[in-house]
């Protein structure tokens, strides 16, 4: 499968459109935009970056903690924006570009409030939890708007939350002894759930079914259950062989579905990769321990990687011909 | 990005056919490019065995790193090695994959023997630094891989700013590097016979600049250093942001041009003025106009790819922004209101002028 722009450029590339035509066709075709698609462009990408620009310098200001400025006065400040993003949103109509930029300002103008709480009554609460309420109190957002830059936040958030809270507390509920090791298994718990769930939300709703988001955190949690793997194969937690069994049953689980079900050359790219580097890893570690020929060792490993990298490639070009057809 | 299947490129081409576009039987489906993250994949595991052989390397032949002169020659050897294999036998993926490997361990056998960088900080050898930006150069031209030619013009690109980085000329270099991108994609279609070269060059440029701009890595190594010399630095500063302003307003023309807008009238008057009146606003946060030069040159071409880059390194840059100390937090979030008020503005005055302009030719 190929885009149009690549398609096109393939065909004056093989001679097929004339060069001098080249323009003219990719005009044709929509993928050079016209005057209408420029003038909604130029507006959204003005509209949002302006949005976004005050949103961060509310963040920034409030973060300078400026000594001058009272603290009702900050939140005043602070509360007032969000009711005036709010208000935008509910006047707007939602399909309209100016509500979502309204309504991600405020999501990002939330997180700022929930700082400014934490800074000014001084709580002693944890970092994470500022993460965390922060995407408990944006959710009812996230389900009005319809929109699945939001939702990304929201996972992104929870994702930060995690990670703050085994930095903070320890493992699970502050029972167990910390490890990286936890962290990872709830990230790829969280982010394989979050998965799953925008995968069948995307069937029912027409604003899930760009794939970007799901890549995103595809990628998430790929990065998490590899991370997994390779901790069982150079540190020997107690759940090597749940990481090792659940990394397989990933792996099919992936190749079935986006090989067969949902066509997606990207996750079988990552998963690829992850292969690559698992592999390569676990040849790595045994070919070094108590080794005492580490130049054939290396140059073991580097045909390992060359094979399995032109292996992945050949397959990968396979199965994109043939999701062309 | 909506991709094509076979039903879709023959109505495609017939629907071209009947316009008078093309003529002749629907193409073949040979040479399908691969997509971005498939040659992502390919470049990271090209890296990956890369450090494997250069570990060999060390284990077997560790003369080739206490001798400069052993190494710059087998470096050498080794990229030529491997434009050979890519000449002559680029159809196999396994040769592809290992000449890869073999050309980047080539070149960091280069510039550890070149004695270029000291841990990860670049010296200042302005001659050395030279000689491997213009092997760079033809490593970019001459080897027939993409992956290789985005790698080679990022690194030319970098050697050309560790040049001379005693000096404010680091900023001038940037606008060099971002005229080179904008130049090459507003010819893309004009160039297209050489797009297998210059598509990957482009991206390697631009991939230079956005890492030049927008990562707090590149600052730190490269700009903080300069920011003792305070004086001669803030001339170069500000030479260069009008520079790039300069430049953006000429990526403003070449663009109201392709759409046939006649310059002057009310519609690219007010687009300049907009412009100029965003430039001005972004002065200290050259990264966020960069980052918008990006976007617009993707969208412009209909290149997807490049207009994620472009919000990936907006996004990024924001996020840099924030822990960079040559200014207050205060002071930032001055800047970026001043700017988002002036953006916000700009939109509701484009809106109105591009409204009532259509409505005027839809009148006529």
Redesign the interface.
């Known amino acids: 499968m190929e885009s149009k722009r690549s398609l096109i450029l393939r065909w004056i590339g093989q001679g097929n459109i004339p060069k001098e035509k080249a323009e003219e066709v990719l005009s044709k075709v929509g993928v050079l935009p016209d005057g209408s698609g420029w003038r909604i462009f130029i507006e959204s990408l003005l509209l949002w970056l302006g949005g976004l620009a005050l949103s961060f310098a509310m963040m920034f200001f409030i973060a300078y903690n400026w000594d001058e400025m009272g603290r009702f006065a900050k939140f005043a400040l602070v509360e007032v924006a969000i009711v005036f993003c709010v208000i935008a949103y509910w006047k707007l109509d939602v399909d309209k570009v100016t509500a979502k930029v309204s309504l991600t300002a405020a999501t990002i103008l939330l997180g700022v409030l929930l700082a400014l709480y934490g800074q000014t009554y001084q709580t002693g609460a944890d970092p994470w939890q500022l993460f965390f309420n922060w995407a408990l109190l944006m959710l009812p957002w996230a389900i009005v708007a319809q929109f699945a830059s939001i939702w990304l936040i929201w996972v992104l958030l929870l994702n930060l939350s995690i990670s703050l809270y085994f930095q903070a507390r320890g493992g699970l509920f502050g029972l167990i002894f910390s490890s990286t090791e936890h962290l990872f298994w709830v990230l790829f718990i969280f982010n394989s759930l979050a998965w799953i769930a925008w995968e069948f939300a995307a069937t029912r709703f027409s604003w899930l079914k760009e794939r970007w988001p799901v890549w995103l955190i595809a990628t998430a949690s790929g990065v998490s259950i590899s991370f997994l793997m390779l901790a069982a194969i150079f540190d020997h937690y107690p759940s090597d062989g749940i990481a090792v069994f659940t990394y397989f049953v990933w792996a099919i689980t992936l190749y079935l579905i986006y090989r067969q079900i949902i066509p997606d050359l990207f996750i079988l790219a990552g998963l690829c990769f992850s292969a690559i580097v698992v592999i390569t890893s676990f040849f790595g570690y045994h070919l070094f321990k108590g080794n005492n020929d580490p130049i054939g060792s290396f140059f073991f490993l580097t045909i390992i990687v060359i094979a399995l990298a032109a292996a992945a490639a050949k397959w990968l070009k396979f199965v994109q011909k043939e999701m062309a057809a | 990005?909506?991709?094509?299947?076979?039903v879709e490129?023959i109505s495609?081409w017939n629907?071209?056919s009947s316009?008078g576009?093309?003529s002749?039987d629907v193409?073949s489906?040979e040479?399908?490019?691969?997509?971005w993250?498939?040659r992502l994949?390919?470049g990271?595991?090209?890296w990956?065995?890369a450090l494997?052989?250069l570990?060999?390397l060390g284990?077997?032949f560790s003369f080739v790193y206490e001798n400069n002169t052993a190494g710059m020659i087998v470096g050498c050897g080794m990229i030529f090695a491997a434009y050979l294999m890519l000449v002559n036998m680029s159809e196999?993926?396994?040769v592809?994959?290992?000449a890869l490997?073999i050309s980047f361990a080539g070149q960091v056998l280069l510039v550890t023997s070149l004695d270029l960088f000291h841990w990860v900080t670049p010296r200042g050898d302005t001659v050395n630094w030279a000689v491997l930006g213009l092997i760079q150069v033809a490593l970019a031209w001459f080897i027939p891989n993409s992956i290789h030619r985005i790698w080679s013009s990022f690194a030319a690109a970098l050697c050309l700013s560790f040049m001379f980085p005693k000096s404010g000329y680091i900023f001038i270099q940037t606008t060099l590097i971002m005229f080179a991108v904008a130049y090459i994609w507003l010819n893309e279609?004009k160039w297209?016979?050489y797009?297998?070269k210059l598509n990957p060059i482009a991206y390697g440029l631009t991939l230079a600049l956005l890492y030049q701009t927008s990562t707090s890595f590149y600052y730190t190594l490269v700009i903080k250093p300069l920011l003792r010399d305070k004086e001669f630095i803030l001339q170069q500063s500000w030479l260069g942001d009008l520079l790039a302003g300069a430049i953006i307003l000429y990526v403003v023309w070449q663009l109201l041009k392709r759409?046939n807008i006649k310059i002057p009238s009310r519609v690219a008057n007010t687009i300049f003025i907009a412009t100029l009146v965003i430039i001005l606003a972004s002065l200290e946060i050259t990264g966020?106009t960069i980052g918008?030069m990006i976007?617009?040159l993707g969208?412009?071409?209909?290149?997807?790819i490049l207009t994620?880059l472009g919000i990936i390194s907006?996004l990024y840059y924001?996020s840099v922004y924030?822990y960079l100390l040559h200014v207050?937090?205060?002071e930032?979030?001055?800047?970026?209101?001043v700017?988002?008020?002036?953006?916000?503005l700009?939109?509701w005055l484009?809106?109105r002028v591009?409204?009532s302009n259509?409505a005027v030719q839809d009148a006529k």
Do not use: C, W
Request: hydrophobic share 50%; charged share 15%; aromatic share 10%.
């Open positions: 990005m909506r991709l094509f299947n076979r490129r495609l629907d071209l316009q576009l093309v002749g193409p489906d040479n399908i490019e691969s997509p993250y498939v994949l390919i990271l595991s090209g990956i065995a494997f052989m570990g060999f284990a077997g196999s993926d396994f592809s994959q290992f490997a279609f297209v016979k797009q297998g759409q966020i918008l976007i617009v969208y412009a071409n209909g290149n997807r994620g907006l924001t924030y207050t937090l205060l930032k979030s001055q800047l970026l209101a700017l988002g008020v002036v953006l916000l700009a939109s484009m809106h591009l409204v259509r």
